[in-house]
């Protein structure tokens, strides 16, 4: 109860403003005591005294309550507050002199007081206000000590700011901090130590008994995460991290933004720069087309699409529920946004060029894509149709239209294909190249890997299996692929279609590839559980179309550096248009009648580097785990 009552007498506005208001006359009987050397205030004087504590009550009552002082809370009182002090005890200082010259013109009233007056009445105001933020700080007298034993790993800018924050709640004890700064250790941040570096990881849980370790470093190498969860996970700790730099995109680091630490975190890259200026150049202001906008590389694009400020959003989708999802989520985060939100499949000519002549899109970023590799070796036509003939429905159209640019999203599997989606995908790269040069939009392809978590990919397929006790499927112990995360794929395709010129393939940089097995064992490992004693990998052999490595280019596309150190740029391929216009209405017309043979001879003519897989796979049905995608 006496808790209670205490903390109510300190956050109480208007207990603030009646200690606040005490602390006036007490700064002018100070002042007078201090004029006349600590002494006794002479009667002569003490008329003019109790006049300016009169007038000077209710002028510093009405500047202490107009100036947002009580808006603040006492326990986070900090350098704004003692900024609107100043300026309280100052206008305040200078309406009470006004006052009392127009009434008395300052008739037995010191000129030293009127000088110590607004230095003690700051002095006073501010001094109790940090005295309760460094006792809550420091949790003495009443405060607990009954939070979590928390560990926090980096002491640079993130670091300050989550600690800063942990001191602020009771749920939380933070004892130490880790950093591989040499120049930080034995050195303390808010009063908490940094003991060491991160070697010293074990050593600190043990000694201070940690109960959750927090990583504070949301730029951090691969490598260092990876061996810090996993040192956590043996030695049965919590941990929890905050996101990486493109998640959290210059937002506020506090305890609400710690989650658990994923495989994304573990196989994430260094932090890539963005040339915002350019990407907000080309897209502020424009209407801004996403197809297949609620998949996982659409959704994402609509996300930092949005945040560029784009006159119109128009979100293309032919699957309800994912449409529906996109849109909740951007009324609620941008609610300023105009967009559109409009149901449709990229294989209808006739929704398309509605669609075109309804909003007239700027910028249109193509993402909508057949890219399950088995299930599209079990249904070719299925493939060719969406991926190569949507692809062709919708570039025609922004060549009508006079849209300014096209962006389409490739894949790594466009590269020396073994698979029908690998195929279609490069079909549809040849044609945007080829239409560059016959049209005044600027055709733009973008090729990269992997996308951790998008639909399809191995990520949720393995925590499934997980989940279920095991055993994680791995089709060959050899098996590698390039990943990275969707915030930046994504960011990188924004970056792609503000640099490209027409016709050119950026291929992202996706780093080292990495194995699927290795992929696997961590992710059982992050899990909490143990290789082979708790959960068993079995590997079950190549799919249909699946390669063992993936290229990034065919041996004709010499890369070429950028002035983005994490694009490169790939030769296209000219062909001769007539020549191709003919392939793809012959491809078209089979692809219409499924006749699957005819489709992989043709598709074997339009890229010569396709090596179909054998016929009794082909027909194999697409039963088996996702591709990773």
Known sequence: MTKKFFKFILLNRWSALLHDLLCVPLAFILAYWMRFNLGPIPPEFQRSLYDLILIAIPVQGVFFWYSGLYRGVWRFASIPDLVRIFKVAGFGSLAIVAISFLLNRLQGIPRSVLLLYPLLLVAGLSASRIAYRWYKDHRLGLSSQEGKRTLIIGAGRAGEMLVRDLLHRDAYHPLALLDDNTAMVNREIHGIPVRGGTDQLEKCIRELSIELVLLAIPSAHKSLLQRLVLECNRIGVRCQTLPSVFEMAGRQVDVEKLRSVTVEDLLGREVVELDHDAITGYLAGKVVLVTGGGGSIGSELCRQIAAQNPAQLIIFEHGEFNLYAIEFELRHKFPDLQFAAVLGDVKNAERVHWLFTTYKPNVVYHAAAYKHVPMLEANPAEGVCNNVFGTKVVADAADRFGTSRFVMISTDKAVNPANVMGTTKRIAEIYCQNLNNRSK????????????????????????????????TVTHKEITRYFMTIPESVSLILQAGAMGQGGEIFVLDMGEPVRIDDLARQMIELSGYKVEKDIKIIYSGLRPGEKLFEELLHKSEALQKTSHVKLLLARSRDVEWGWLENQLIELQRVALMRDDEKILTIMHGLVPEYKASSPDLVTQSAQLEPELQ
């Open 441 to 472: 939009t600027k055709y733009i392809t973008t090729r990269f890997g992997n996308v951790l978590g998008s639909s399809g990919s191995v990520i949720p397929l393995f925590q499934k299996q997980i989940a279920d006790g095991g055993p994680v």
